[in-house]
């Protein structure tokens, strides 16, 4: 057991020290400063500049989970508290289903429907929005799955309770299990931003994967995945170091971003629950 | 005494015809020329070929190549050819490094990557301009090809079209399609527009064009069909017939890139390749090099 706990982290420094020697040539060549807030991407002609890309994954990622933790948080009340036996017996195995679709027909589904209907709007539909839209419906199993779970893990004391007390249903619900499911649904919001962060194949598809940096909604840009993935085929050189350097980026990234959501969520609920005290 | 001594020399022979291209096609980066020669002769004589040889490069040179590399091992059952893909910039550079024997480019190379590499041209291809079915528009000239793709023309309607914001579609820097367009087409002094939409492979590009009616791309002329319309060049539609009779002219080489001359097996099946046999194959999809 300790050396299979060993051998993952292991794993992860070395995967760490791997980037880190691929792409500190492009800190050292083009500084970090200018790699990190430098708007113009265009590797074989010598700029570097990933701002464009750092916006991209942070706006598409939070958008999918202003999108997705509503509507998850809700579907679990109603699996958990409010739908009868059957339904949740057939809701749950589907929501279960929808986590184990390979990214790759998520994005083919949105190419095809998704893409077309936003061009409607307007634009040329491969978008933020079309991103967003698709990254919710890959984040939402995972948010409704682990919610659910948590919820249902409360004591049914605390609910009895509550009722005995002479509470509603819904107060029942938002003033008692959901604070006491509280760190299950935080866990499943970050696990769900995990997931929006990393996902490339479906993003690739479906955001335009443009180097521009976007105006509005309807616009294409491209994610710090999207960057390594759809470049790394043909790069060489300070091209690939630099496509590198871009995952040392998303690295970093991800360890603020899950930080920050985490101690922000928590402290959250905390005074929410000192409030209701 | 003398049969037996005659039919040991003989043996000795045989296995040294036999072992000599093996050895051979195991050194093909060396680029001796004596080898060379002693490989041509040796082959020639026993007219049998053993050994691997490993390519790997550009993906639109990919599919020739597999169907070269068939045909020629059908010719020679001892021989495997190994076709990879990886793009072009990968192409070269594993050429450079000796890790494969022959590298595919579909641009031609830059001055840096050029030390010690030797190209051949297997094929050309032409770069077509492509739109949605439905455009209306049927014809652009050169520097309004230059304009959209460089972003001074943003709508259909500046070309004689619909009043249509254009969706510039591209592919992603460092493919040898895009290198090579850029260079053709827009030439260093313009940049491809930055909102272009951007997608990694051929294939792709030839979906979104299809799906979106304001859509512009280019294309290698091997993977147009009916589900994009040609947009004439200055008059001239990038097909494989315009290519051929030389009246359409943003082509660029197929290249296979050797370290040094090709030599051993890696000469034999470039010249195959060369040869009217695999001109043949070539000519399903590109434009042969006569």
């Known amino acids: 057991m300790l050396a299979c706990a060993a051998s993952s982290v292991v794993v992860l420094a070395a995967i760490a020290f791997f980037i880190f020697i691929q792409g500190l040539p492009t800190f050292q060549q083009v500084g970090i400063f200018d790699f990190l807030f430098g708007t113009e991407w265009r590797p074989t002609q010598g700029s570097f500049g990933i701002l464009a890309m750092i916006f991209g994954s942070t706006v598409v990622t939070f958008g999918a989970l202003l999108l997705a933790i509503p509507l998850g948080i809700a579907c679990a009340i109603l699996l958990a508290e409010v739908a009868p036996p059957r339904v949740r017996l057939f809701l749950r195995p589907a929501v279960e289903l929808l986590v184990g679709i390979p990214s790759v027909v998520y994005?083919?589904?949105?190419?095809?429907?998704?893409?077309p209907?936003?061009?409607?709007?307007?634009?040329?539909g491969f978008s933020i929005i079309a991103a967003c839209l698709v990254l919710m419906a890959m984040v939402l199993p995972t948010i409704i799955s682990i919610s659910d779970d948590s919820i249902r893990a409360v004591p049914r004391a605390y609910k009895e309770g509550a009722l005995a007390l002479g509470c509603t249903r819904w107060q029942t619900i938002s003033r008692v299990l959901l604070p006491s499911a509280r760190s299950g649904i935080i866990a499943s919001i970050v696990l769900g931003m995990g997931r929006a962060v990393g996902e490339t194949m479906a993003m690739i598809m479906v955001i335009g994967n443009s180097?521009?940096?976007?105006?509005s909604p309807l616009d294409p840009a491209r994610t710090l995945t999207g960057n390594i993935a759809v470049e790394i085929n043909y790069a060489s050189g300070t091209h690939a170091s630099a496509l590198f350097a871009t995952g040392i980026v998303l690295l970093v990234f991800i360890i603020i971003l899950n930080t920050i959501t985490t101690v922000t969520l928590r402290r959250g609920i905390h005074k929410y629950a000192e409030h209701l005290t | 005494m003398f049969t037996r001594a005659k039919s040991r020399l003989m043996m000795f022979l045989a296995t040294l015809a036999l072992v000599i291209p093996l050895i051979l096609s195991a050194c093909t980066a060396e680029p001796e020329t004596t080898t060379v020669?002693?490989?041509t002769t040796a082959t020639t004589t026993v007219k049998q070929l053993a050994g691997t040889v490993t390519t790997s490069g550009s993906t639109t040179v990919q599919p020739v190549s597999e169907r070269l590399a068939e045909a020629f091992m059908a010719i020679y059952p001892k021989v495997n050819v190994v076709v990879q893909g990886g793009g072009s910039s990968?192409?070269?550079?594993?050429?450079?490094?000796?890790t494969v024997d022959i590298g595919a480019s579909s641009r031609e190379l830059k001055t840096a990557e050029k030390p010690?590499?030797?190209?051949?041209?297997?094929?050309?291809?032409?770069?077509?301009?492509?739109?949605?079915?439905?455009q209306s528009i049927g014809n652009l000239t050169k520097q309004q090809i230059i304009d959209i793709f460089s972003g001074k023309i943003t709508n259909w309607k500046e070309v004689g079209g619909a009043d249509k914001k254009i969706t510039v579609v591209s592919r992603e820097e460092g493919s040898g399609t895009r290198g090579a367009f850029e260079e053709l087409v827009l030439t260093s002094a313009n940049k491809m527009v930055a909102t272009a939409i951007l997608q990694s492979s051929n294939g792709a590009i030839k979906t979104t064009v299809a799906g979106d009616p304001a859509a512009i791309a280019y294309l290698s002329c091997g993977y147009i069909d009916a589900t994009v319309k040609v947009v004439n060049v200055d008059g001239v539609a990038g097909t494989v017939a315009n290519v051929k009779n030389g009246t359409y002219k943003i082509i660029r080489p197929l290249l296979y890139v050797t370290k040094g001359e090709p030599a051993g097996l890696g000469k034999e099946f470039i010249d195959f390749c060369l040869s009217d046999a695999g001109q043949q194959i070539v000519a399903e999809d590109y434009i042969t090099i006569k």
């Open chain 2, 90 to 98: 990968v192409g070269i550079k594993a050429a450079t490094d000796g």
């Open chain 1, 117 to 124: 209907a936003v061009r409607q709007i307007g634009g040329s």
């Open chain 1, 107 to 115: 994005g083919l589904v949105g190419m095809v429907l998704i893409v």
């Open chain 2, 37 to 39: 020669t002693a490989t």
């Open chain 1, 211 to 215: 180097i521009a940096f976007p105006k």
């Open chain 2, 116 to 134: 010690g590499l030797v190209e051949t041209v297997i094929a050309w291809d032409g770069i077509a301009i492509i739109a949605h079915p439905s």
